[in-house]
């Protein structure tokens, strides 16, 4: 269980602090420098992978624009 918290000021969270938060919990974290490095890397790992997307809906809509 990995709760993260923002104050109003900080409304975001930098890719290497979660990172660092999450890896005191899970062992099997992996990273990727695009969204399309990820998909990659998911797809051809887990063949009926879920993810799960955190922000926009822009961001959502990228994501399955590039996961046809």
Known sequence: YL???HTK???SI???KLYSELEKYY?????AESIQE?????NSRYE??????CGSL???GKVLELNE
């Open 14 to 16: 930098s890719s290497s």
């Open 9 to 11: 000021l900080e409304i």
């Open 38 to 42: 990820a998909l990659d890397a998911m």
């Open 27 to 31: 062992k099997n974290i992996n990273t």
């Open 58 to 60: 822009y961001l959502a």
């Open 3 to 5: 709760k993260l918290l």
């Open 48 to 53: 009926d992978a879920r993810i799960l997307i």
